[in-house]
């Protein structure tokens, strides 16, 4: 398989990685990357997860995935696995993110999975080059271009000590949302999860809970948007209603002077109508 390597900057899906700690110089991936920005979650938890955790994963990323949104994870075993995994059974889209360097598509026993999401139309990625060294501190490192990727992350299940909660606290960094499916208080498997709930992360227990902030276009039945203050705002809804969300994007689509679309959007976000995904990414509240 061809190894592609490409800066982030230079590829609108990528260009939010500019504005998470220590940028990504340079990444290498095998597969096909997004052409444009698009609503995008990653989700992560336990390597060795309950059956609650097995089922929800699987909902959460299936029912996501086919509306439209791109699961990112990290291949690991357990949850990493069966999210990309079921967003490939809903025809959707995945990206797994490896600390290795490539071809070698790691653990070996989710090579077949990391083949199938090429196959599929998704792609693995790794910034790491074949000279460099794998240590125990990659893993931790490779998770802040998991949730940089991601317009939030989703934890659907983790023990109190789990290797997630760095992943979470990268998103937390990143000015990112962070959300949480509640677990059994008596299970050490939902002991992370709830840990985060009472530290103000977000609880979820449908899918559209999490579309309604990152993706409320995404959502079967939408409540009808308020108009904007002016023509211009309210065509900036519109197309952020359709789908549109790159900045650039919405200059060329309205065809407007780039000042006088910067100030609607600063209005915008300033009203709590839209808010800034970084990058000149933007989605409605």
């Given amino acids: 398989m061809k190894i592609n390597n490409i800066v982030p900057n230079k590829h609108k899906y990528l260009q939010i990685l500019e504005h998470i700690d220590k940028p990504v110089e340079r990444l290498y991936y095998l597969g096909k990357l997004p052409e444009t920005r698009r609503p995008t979650l990653a989700i992560v938890g336990s390597r060795k997860p309950s ?3 097995i089922e929800v994963t699987e909902r959460f990323s299936r029912e996501l995935a086919a509306k439209g949104v791109i699961i990112v994870s990290g291949l690991a075993l357990g949850i990493d696995a069966i999210a990309h995994r079921a967003a490939l059974d809903a025809h959707g889209t995945t990206l797994a993110v490896l600390a290795n360097a490539l071809p070698e598509i790691s653990p070996h026993t989710n090579r077949e999975l990391g083949e199938r999401i090429i196959r599929e139309g998704g792609a693995i990625l790794s910034e ?3 000279d460099e060294p794998l240590g125990k501190w990659s893993f931790l490192y490779r998770n802040r ?3 940089g990727l991601s317009d939030a ?3 659907t299940e983790a023990g109190a000590r789990s290797g997630t909660l760095n992943t979470a606290a990268h998103a937390l ?11 059994n208080i008596t299970s050490p498997l939902s002991a992370g999860c709830n840990n985060l709930l009472k530290q103000g992360a977000i609880p979820v227990t449908s899918p559209d809970d999490i579309l309604e902030i990152i993706a409320p276009e995404l959502l079967t039945a939408q ?3 308020a108009l904007g203050s002016n023509a211009l705002e309210t065509e900036v809804i519109q197309l952020l209603q359709s789908g549109m969300r790159d900045g650039d994007d919405i200059q060329q689509q309205l065809d407007t002077d780039p000042s006088e679309l910067a100030s609607t959007l600063t209005m ?5 109508t839209i808010r800034s995904l970084g990058a000149n990414q933007w989605t409605l509240r």
Avoid: D, N
Wanted: aromatic share 6%.
């Fill in 223 to 225: 409540a009808s948007l």
């Fill in 145 to 147: 271009i998991v949730s």
């Fill in 268 to 272: 915008l976000e300033l009203t709590g």
């Fill in 173 to 183: 960094a990143q000015g990112k949302e962070v959300f949480v499916i509640p677990g």
């Fill in 153 to 155: 992350i989703l934890i």
């Fill in 51 to 53: 059956r609650y955790g």
């Fill in 128 to 130: 790491t080059s074949e």
